[in-house]
Structure formats: structure tokens, C-alpha cells
């Protein structure tokens, strides 16, 4: 497998590799297969998803979803396609399933606190109908729910409201795999292109850990969230801790409900050790 190139951060902090472009790209063609070969708008009545367009005549957006474990990369993923699409006069919005998540006194109601990245700890039904809704619609004008992950909770207050946009690109848990369902169907049913972003167990485990001692790092300096939790912590203690969500959380959700979707992908990102995009090729179990 060749490695696509190893780009430098630039200055929003998103690494500029070649391999972006390539998904860009993807997304790219994957729209004008959708549209016929259209442009991003055109006039009422045009042919988009079957026939839609909104009050303004524009073709509704591509939906791209980009799914994977936990730390292993998917937010980052997705806003350096969005700016790679962005280069190219492309306007997206990037929407993240941590927003659907229940909040943290529903899932303590529920009994589901370290269940918490599971199917059943999302709003599946609100998630999908987001997804739809935008389909049919577009995504103009839509308020999004937003996760706090200095809280480790759904915002009560903060939401997203979305411009009209030519790709939304949806990232998070609960897009594949068994349970990302709901009574209407499967959540990913409306998205034209899903993306699963693929690393050795091994080395997502040692992302998952350095990324939860860090964050437990800076609650000394930014005290007020979750992380406070941890923040009498030895190293050792850290670590245990980081090692204790990936063993009795993290990774079981991964067997059990992240991996298994990797086939219902349309392509398959693999990842190096280093972070690097190493592979973008089409599923060959889809």
C-alpha cells in the first residue's frame, strides 16, 4: 500500500494532504454522477436526488458521512475534505453525530452512562431525520444540536444553524454497523457517499489513550469540565484510566458495532501509525 503523502498543517491547523484532494475529489464526481453530470445549482425543477431542489432552485447538497472507531481520526478527516472542497469554490457544512447524542442525565436515567458512543446512547430517530430532511430539502436554515466536549455533554443552549450548502459532510458514530437504525429504516439510507476511515486496532487504542491523557492534562489550566474528574491523577492513574475506556467501552463498541459496518462502506480510508493517509480505495466488501 502506498503512502498518499504526508502534507503540513496549515494555519486553521488541518493538514494539507494530497489524499484530502483525492476524497474531494470522490465527492466531487459521486455529486455529478447523482446529478447527471449538473452543476452544484440550477433552475427549479432540475434534477437532483429525485427531482429535489430548494425554494431557491438549488439542487439539494450531497450527504457524505465518514464513520470510524473512537480517536481515530473522523473529525479531523472531515474538516480537511471540507476544506479541500472548499478550495475548490465548493460550499459544505460539516455536522457531527456527538450533537444526537442523548445528554448525560438522559443516559444516567437510562442506565446507559458507560454506554456512551453505543447505538442506543444516540437520538437515532432525530439523527435520521436530519438526514432526510436534508434530502428532501436541503440543509438551509436547519438548527443542529452541538456536543460540549469540554462538558462531555450536549450543549443545553448552543446550536448550529446551517447555511445552504453543496455537500454536508455528516462525521461520528452510529452511520454503520449494526444498530445505526431506526424504526424508519437505516440512518445512513439518505447519504450518497460513506466514508469508513480504517487504522490498526493497536494503534487507534494508542490515539484513544494519549488523547484522554491530554485532555485530563489540561483540566489544571481549563478547570469547570469534565475533565476536573481526572485531574489529581499520576500518570500511571491516567493511563490506567485511558486504558480502562478502551478496553471496557471504546473497543468493544468498535467489535461489536463500528467494524462490522466497515463493509457497507463505500470506500475504506486507511490510516498509518503516524496519522497518514496510507489508502482510499473503494470497498471491495461493499
Known sequence: MNRLGVGRANRMGIVDDPALH??????????DERDGGGPSTGP???TGRSGTTDSTGARSPILVGIT????VGKSTLAAG????????????EVVSTDGFLWPNEELNRLGLAMRKGFPESYDR????????????RGCGGMVIPIYD?????VS?????????ADVVVIEGLCLLGPGAECASGPIAEPLDLTIYVDADAADIEAWHRARFVA???RAAAEPGGFWDLFSGFDDASLDTAAAYTWDEINAENLRSHVLPGRGDADIVVTKAADHSIVGIHPNPEH
Open 44 to 46: 427549479a425543477g432540475s
Open 22 to 31: 483525492t476524497l474531494a475529489q470522490r465527492i466531487a464526481i459521486a455529486r
Open 81 to 92: 475534505v471540507a476544506s479541500a472542497l472548499r478550495d475548490d469554490g465548493r460550499v459544505v
Open 125 to 136: 430517530d432525530g439523527l435520521a431525520s436530519l438526514l432526510r430532511a436534508i434530502a428532501a
Open 215 to 217: 485532555n485530563a492534562r
Open 68 to 71: 470510524g472507531s473512537v480517536a
Open 156 to 164: 443545553p443552549t448552543e446550536r448550529h444553524v446551517l447555511t445552504r
Open 149 to 153: 466536549h469540554f462538558r462531555y455533554d
